[in-house]
């Protein structure tokens, strides 16, 4: 059979491609932008029976605040996430690190549900989801279950979804004026690249002040999965941000990490470029901090 | 085998094929319009872009069993080569084509571009904005002169 044969089954409601995903006699991959999806079928990867077609499902596109949660439908798409006002104010982390997924084709095509299902090291909303805390939801026929972010994924490729079911929900706790994120991303050139490494960092200030009640720092493409920088995390709250100990933090960064060679880059400068983009993004981070303490809020 | 029904630069086309046909081979082999060309086929160069409900998409991606009932706009739904859009005029213009490959898709972001902003964008803005689409010929200087010449013939005939 060729990959272009394969057939579509496009359902209207939840439910319904809930229910199609129960029947175990046929072989289904879930597609909603296509940007992994479509390449993967075009390299004969994937031989699967049916696609499904998330596209129609409506309900799975959303992006909603209730009490002091965010919750975003996993078929919304970076463009869709980068012009969210409510996003912009609560999430900037995310926000910068879908407008760095890409281009614009791709940003207007490939959905954050899409980017946490590909399980890719290298997807640049996952180390953003880390940093936010974000707890993702999985739904069966048979029900629900919510697995946070760090746990979902298990390798390459690799997430803790039975094949049964789907992404139904991502969600994350509103941050505050004295939460500030930010993701940065060094790729082989500026727009539609993979990461070569990327870091997402969170913090919490204390206000008036350039020191740190606590955060989090995660990287991207320097592991199996997204990993989060543990041991820089617990040197945030060691005193205050300065620059010196910005380099201290990041100089450590280098032992978070475990990257491979592949043809984007070698092992070792992954690991050099880990520890300058943490460096450079805590300064900027702090400085950008700085300067709106200075206004009154 | 599918039939699928949507919109093609405003008229309604019915074609009949695999539902995982690409939307390019789609638009070049069943609606006969081979002004979206195909390149890398996987998202990197930008050459197939067309415009999905307003907003450009790699039609390499793209199947057709998900465009059921979208409004799809090509190179050829954007101007004729009597009645040009101010975007074509300006890659003429400016000599922004050489082998021509790229320059459909090109065509295409920049007037999705175009119709998305209501300000003269800057360079930076235009590189930004056209980051998705490569070309291996221009060097791109003209490409961004002739876009920035056609933002501001299309604001010029605006305040008119
Ligand atoms: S051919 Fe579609 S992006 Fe290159
Ligand atoms: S003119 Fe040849 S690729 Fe752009």
New binding site residues.
Partial sequence: MYASEIDMLSPRSLLECLYLLENEKASFRLLAGGTDAVVRMKEGKWQHDYWLNLKNIDELKFITIEKDEIHIGPLTTHSEIISSPLLQDHADVLVQACREVGAAQMQNMGTIGGNIGTASPAGDTIPALFALGAIIELTSITGKRQVSAEDFFVGPGKTVAFPNEIITKISFKVRGKHDIGLFQKLGPRKAQSISIVNVAISLSMKEGTKECLGGRIAFGSVGPTVLRAKKCEAMLTLGELSPDMISNISSVAWKEVMPISDIRASASYRRDMASALLERGLYRLIKRWADNERKPF | MKTIDFFVNGTEVSVTCSPSKTL?DVLREDAGLTGS????????????TVSMNGLPV????VLAGQVHGENVITVEGIGTPENMDPVQQAFMDEGATQCGYCTPGLIVSARSYLNSIGHLPGLDEIKQALGGNLCRCTGYTKILKAVQTAAQSQLTFRDL
Avoid at chain 2, 37 to 48: F, N, Q
Avoid at chain 2, 58 to 61: D, I
């Fill in positions: 390019l060309k195909e390149c890398c086929g996987k998202g990197e160069c930008g050459s197939c790699c039609s390499c991606l």
